[in-house]
């Protein structure tokens, strides 16, 4: 790979479907590596360890976090959810772009640290569809279910910081959106520089 690779970070409240947007994003794409989160979370029917996520306890949660083996973490209703380091940094160092799936306080903590990483929210244009969204997958109890809503509305609020609005009715036009921005990204001057080095005027 002869371009540097970017940092994709797409956040949005749960439920806004962001999950099946990524997956699409990353389909056919070589170039894009999602970064693996470790979460103290039960796994969901029909998700995978190392897949969707590194399942942890508590106990090891906090060790990673002692040991600086996570390059952002945050607690998001009641669980602990970070990104572990070492992928992310070996596969920036390979030329692979990273597309991290996390909350706002994650994304503002890469943001820090990278200042170049592209920030991209995810919505539905109704926010009504949020719940709806959360009650259909039938994975969270009520009480987890207004948590979530409580979230996404403080979330919302942090949607200015970001680079990008994706709205989300129809997953294919969403990945779509994601696509040209990260294609946009890459087509910036100042990444595509290089490629104007060798003209000269004699
Ligand atoms: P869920 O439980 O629905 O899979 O995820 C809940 C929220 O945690 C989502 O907004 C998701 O983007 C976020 N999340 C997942 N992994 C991470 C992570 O490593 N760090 C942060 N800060 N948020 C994460």
Redesign the pocket.
């Known amino acids: 790979m002869n371009e540097s690779g970017k940092l994709i970070v ?5 439920g806004a479907g ?2 099946t947007v990524i997956s699409r994003v990353m389909e056919n794409d070589k170039s894009v590596v999602f ?1 693996v ?3 103290t ?1 039960a796994p ?1 029917a029909g998700e995978h360890e190392g897949v ?2 590194f399942f942890i306890d508590k106990k090891h949660f906090e060790s990673m976090i002692d040991n600086g083996e996570l390059l ?3 607690q ?2 009641d ?1 602990y ?3 572990p380091k070492l992928p992310v940094l070996e596969n920036l160092s390979k030329g692979f772009s990273v597309l ?4 706002v ?3 503002m ?1 890469i943001k820090k640290q990278y200042p170049e990483a592209i920030l991209i929210f995810v919505i539905p244009s109704d926010f009504s569809e949020i719940e709806k969204r959360l009650r259909k997958r039938g994975t969270d109890s009520e009480e987890k279910i207004q948590q ?1 809503i409580k979230t996404a509305k403080i ?1 919302y609020l942090m949607a200015l910081n970001y680079d990008y609005i994706v709205i989300n009715d129809d997953p294919d036009l969403a990945a779509f959106e994601i696509k040209a921005i990260i294609t946009a990204e890459k087509c910036k001057t100042v990444n595509r520089k290089k490629y104007l080095t060798e003209v000269s005027l004699s």
């Open positions: 797409v956040s949005g409240p749960s962001k999950s970064s989160s470790a979460t979370r969901r969707d996520y952002e973490h945050t998001y209703v669980n959810y970070g990104t991290f799936d996390i909350e306080q994650g994304a903590q979530r979330e």
